[in-house]
């Protein structure tokens, strides 16, 4: 299965900081300003069709982000899926929401601790730092089942992927089937000038 939808980011906070509906100037110790008003959830935000990004603080952290209630409640909202830098619960019921292919949970692993323990939402539709990537609310995810991969695509360079993608897929393709008949990799790369490589 394919999941490919544009991006909501959610980023969780470690309780060590200002509860997540304090005043802003009160949270000097964290970049992100919290911006989920009081007495709502952050599961009633993202548009339907779109897919949610969850980060977990930094640093090692043994807690799970989201469960099977935030993800039914995600579910029945129309929301395509959620991908969870970090740790889920309650796998099982979790599953049991992917089997229609309606909706699509990924995670790094797994706990069974609740994320209320030590962890707050603390910031919607903020950017995210990946290591040297970012991601922007609005960016297009993409996440495929069988290769086990997520990437995102920066939204303004949509079109350009869009452009290039078929160029290279073609070129993937025919490579594949040269290396298949008996071409050494090198050779099937010359007669595919628009394959990718180190060559």
């Known amino acids: 299965m394919r999941l490919v939808a544009p991006v909501h980011t959610v980023r969780y906070e470690r309780k060590a900081h200002a509860p997540p509906h304090a005043d802003p100037d009160a949270a000097e110790t964290t ?17 339907p069709g779109s897919v ?28 395509r899926g959620v991908v969870v830098d970090g740790r889920i619960r309650d796998v099982e019921s979790c599953a049991a929401c992917c089997e229609d292919g309606k909706f699509q949970v990924w ?40 290769d086990r991969a997520v990437i995102v695509i920066p939204r303004e360079l949509l079109h350009k992927v869009l452009e290039l993608l078929p160029k290279l897929k073609e070129a993937s393709d025919n490579v594949l089937e040269d290396v298949r008949n008996g071409l050494t990799l090198p050779n099937a790369i010359k007669r595919h000038p628009n394959f990718y490589s180190n060559y």
Do not use: Y
Not at 31 to 47: A, L, M, Y
Not at 53 to 60: I, K, R
């Open 31 to 47: 970049k992100f300003v919290p911006n989920i008003p009081k007495g709502t959830n952050w599961t009633d935000r993202p548009d």
């Open 52 to 79: 949610v990004l969850v980060q977990a603080p930094e640093g090692p952290l043994s807690v799970a982000l989201i469960g099977d209630i935030m993800v039914t409640r995600l579910k029945l909202r129309g929301i």
């Open 107 to 146: 995670s790094h692993g797994f706990s069974a601790a609740a994320p209320s323990l030590n962890t707050v939402p603390w910031a919607v539709d903020v950017p995210l730092q990946f290591g040297s990537s970012s991601v922007k609310p609005g960016d297009i995810l993409c996440a495929d089942e069988g």
